[in-house]
């Protein structure tokens, strides 16, 4: 009987050689599986994205929500919507006939939101996301180490270390309380250290950063969310932002770089002071000052609205 031809290649292998090769193949596959899902899940908006770069895609309008780089949020207000602002105190009149509120996230409750909402209106919760507050309930979860230069016209209040991660979970915290209360948006203040002496060296780049992180951490609790002034660095945030909340950019000259959001679709909140810093009164401005306030050169699209330097209830609109 003639002899059996040797084995050669994979039949020459053993079974428990041939079991350790199938092994590996089956742990690279579903390692690659992984990491391709995790690629596919980052960036879309979930609470625990990262810090987020410039440049986060484009925007497209559906309903009344908008697409954006981190995601799908549930609300976009049009261009030249009415709206109101009140930051001095609980809010204690909801008579003025605006769609959209924007109030005082720590000193108003639910149900005043709630108000607002069988009311058919929007609210926007504001919170200063740049600053240490001395008087804020929070304001002892701070590191000191955190804490930069004192704002000289606002007592008790600080810039913070915005790359911090004891200040952004502190943040974060706000705006889980924002959803708590039933906020449609939140309005991150005091973004712009970079543009004051704020004693922690932080530039442009770190507000870039920092915006872009806030509006991730805000598009997936479903919070839509605006840039508070910072026109140098709208064009690396707009495709984030939801709207932009100016102040006085009619006083300053400046209504030709906010008009970057009315471009895109999306409103300007605008907010102009002709009292000054010291009247806060019911009386109505003048009407050149009306006329300055709301006639600023391509200010024409902008939710216009005139107002006390304290930000109480009173308000006088363009028209």
Known sequence: ??????????????????????????????????GLGVGLHHGTGGEDEGNGGSGNG?????????????????WQPAVGVKWQIVLLGALNDTSVDAD??????????????????DLGRKVICYFSAGTYEDWRPDAKQFDKADLGNALSEWRGEKWLNTNSDGVRKIMQTRLDMAVTKGCDGVDPDNIDAYDNSNGLKLTEDDAINYVNWLAGQAH???????????????????????WSVNEQCAQYTECDTYAAFTDANKPVFHIEYPKGNDENNNK?????????????ASAGNFSTVIKNMDLDSWVEYCS
């Open 100 to 117: 959209v509120y924007d109030i005082d996230l720590f000193d108003n409750n639910r149900t005043t939101i709630s108000t607002l909402h």
């Open 220 to 242: 997936g609790r479903n919070l839509s969310v605006g840039l508070k002034n910072g026109g140098s660095i709208i064009d690396n945030v707009l495709p984030n932002m939801q």
């Open 1 to 34: 009987m003639d002899k059996a031809p040797a084995k050669t290649g994979w039949a020459a292998w053993s079974a428990k050689k041939k079991a350790t090769i199938i092994s590996i193949i089956v742990v690279i596959l579903v390692a690659l599986g992984v």
């Open 284 to 296: 109505d401005v003048t009407t050149a000052q009306k006329s300055t306030a709301c006639n600023a």
């Open 58 to 74: 484009g925007t497209g309008t559906g309903g009344n929500g908008t697409t954006t780089g981190n995601g799908t949020v549930k």
